[in-house]
């Protein structure tokens, strides 16, 4: 069965948990692992529409299959597949984890050796749960914790606030840090991808596409700040002036073959590959599609 933490959102795997039992989150809160309703409630076949029974693997109707489960935060029964539960709205495709006691924690990409790991610890920057290196102050926030950070300019303010009462690092990142080393995903050690955040903002970060973003010591502050002084707008304008230029480009380019074509000399520029379905064709289509047309 899979909960949902009342004050910070984070979802648990508790199978095989009483219901009734207390449960810690990383967050520090502690909750009561509650019992589900014996009844079902009113649930349609996502096929039909027939009514359907909490316990029926089929639909009696039509004899789609049937797999059921509960909403983590409201616990209604629905169809595993569904992106929100029918009852409360809440997203059902966040992914859970296990409970504290039952994980050895994530390691820190920067510091963790072979001879020496060292754990990343939780703490509630807002309604936001990140994880913290205690050595190197360096932080890393999943997917979905990054953008509720970034969403709103209350929430950026709040966020920036509260990461300035973190513990401090114990150590300041050296010299070493500066040069270029590809991080490990400390969810799944794969190697991740160094990039400057929105293009123009100047912070290096290093990204796991599947599990979130690793922020050096300081960096995190600085894309807040960069955010709320409307630099992602901003980068986001400027990226469709360059693909309008590039457009442009494309268009004189096409313009030029077919000039060529039409009064050049020789084989290459007779060739059927150059109109058609050919070099022409294309980047006509690429046009039609940053212009939106068919």
């Known amino acids: 069965m899979i909960v949902e933490c009342p004050r910070c959102r984070l979802r648990y795997d508790v199978s095989g948990r009483p219901p009734g039992t207390q449960a810690r989150c990383r967050c520090g809160s502690v909750f009561t692992l509650p019992k589900p309703a014996g009844e079902a409630g009113s649930i349609a076949c996502p096929n039909c529409g027939a009514p359907c029974g909490q316990d029926d693997s089929k639909c009696a109707f039509c004899t789609t299959s049937l797999a059921t489960a509960r909403c983590p935060r409201c616990f209604a029964l629905l169809f595993r597949g569904a992106k ?45 749960l990140i994880d913290q290196c205690p050595e190197c102050g360096g932080l890393w926030v999943d997917q979905e914790a990054f953008e ?53 903002s100047g912070v290096i970060v290093d ?10 010591s300081g960096e995190l502050p600085r894309v807040l700040a960069f955010v709320r002084a409307g630099g992602l707008d901003e980068s986001r304008r400027k990226d469709l002036e360059d693909l309008k230029e590039e457009t442009a480009r494309m268009r004189h380019t096409q313009a030029r073959l077919r000039a060529e074509g039409a009064y050049g000399s020789g084989g290459f520029f007779n060739d059927d590959r150059l109109s058609g379905g050919g070099l022409l064709g294309l980047l006509g289509t690429l046009s039609d599609i940053v212009d939106g047309t068919d």
């Open 84 to 128: 929100h539960c029918a009852e409360c709205g809440n997203r059902l495709d966040v992914p859970a984890r296990a409970m504290p006691e039952q994980e050895s924690g994530r390691p820190c990409p920067r510091c963790t050796t072979p001879q020496r790991p060292q754990p990343l610890t939780a703490h509630l920057v807002g309604q936001t």
């Open 148 to 200: 509720r950070l970034t969403e709103k300019a209350d929430q950026q303010q709040s966020a920036q606030a509260a990461l300035g009462r973190l513990p401090p690092p114990r150590r300041p990142l050296d010299a070493s840090a500066s040069k270029v080393v590809y991080l490990r995903c400390p969810d799944c050690e794969a190697v991740m991808n160094r990039r400057n955040y929105a293009k123009r």
């Open 207 to 216: 990204v796991c596409q599947a599990h979130g973003i690793w922020f050096d």
